[in-house]
């Protein structure tokens, strides 16, 4: 009898489990403030000193710093450099536009391109939570041919735009207001945390929604 794969990355191992590990959601504390740091050493640059140039070389020191340490450390930097590459794209914007409002508009592109993503792939048949779903649990398509799975799936899909498009909803008018001290903090608050609590949300729809289905003996050879 076949062996079910085992499902590798962070993300695969939350959906696939049997209970939902929140603290590894966040990445652990230690990802949550790397992942929280560089915002709010922004905001708060951003309130003391106005401008861009401070607050976009105070965030992008601070995560220098902490991807630095964790090569002494010689601990894993995919999430550290992951944030790292956010805050650099953010930094560059701002730099080149010469506006402190440009640290936060990629970050508004990437949800809305998530967004949209997710949409086409709901309205084609497709949900983007069961294709994810279908290459963790090794089961491919096969989610295709039962109803109430696809169902779920597509629920599940729309939990995740929700989040995009909550975020959209309420960061974008911010941004056009130029209420950037608002926005930093906002955009704390909706980003590890909302994610986390997203994910929760997938994972509820997802672990029931796959029937049991026993692997298939391969046929007896015949001689």
């Known amino acids: 009898m076949s ?9 695969a191992r939350l959906l696939s489990g049997d209970t939902f590990d929140l603290h590894a959601a966040i990445g652990g504390w230690r990802g949550f403030v790397e992942s929280s740091l560089p915002g709010i050493v922004f905001v ?7 401008g861009f140039r401070v607050p976009v070389l105070a965030a992008a020191g601070v995560m220098v710093v902490l991807v630095g340490v964790r090569l002494i450390q010689r601990t894993p930097v995919t999430q550290a450099l992951a944030g790292a590459a956010g805050v650099a794209i953010g930094a560059i ?12 508009e990629p970050g508004m592109w990437v949800n ?14 497709w949900p983007a939570v069961g294709i994810v779903m279908g290459l963790i649990r090794g089961d491919g398509t096969a989610w295709r041919e039962h109803p109430s799975e696809r ?12 989040m995009f498009a909550l ?12 209420q950037l001290a608002v926005l930093g903090t906002v955009k704390l608050a909706m980003g590890v ?5 997203t994910l929760w949300g997938v994972w509820l729809l997802s672990r029931d929604a796959a029937p049991a289905r026993a692997p298939q003996d391969p046929p007896p050879t015949t001689r």
Request: charged share 15%; proline share 6%.
């Open 193 to 197: 945390p909302l994610f986390a609590l």
């Open 44 to 50: 708060v640059a951003y309130l003391v000193w106005g």
């Open 151 to 162: 169902r779920r799936y597509q629920l599940a899909s729309g939990v995740l735009a929700a």
């Open 112 to 125: 809305a391109a998530y967004l949209a993503g997710i949409l086409i792939s709901m309205l084609v048949g």
């Open 93 to 104: 914007w701002a730099w080149r536009s010469g506006d402190a409002a440009g640290y936060f």
């Open 3 to 11: 062996e079910r794969p085992v499902p590798e990355g962070k993300a």
């Open 167 to 178: 975020r959209l909803a309420v960061q974008l008018p911010l941004l056009l207001a130029d």
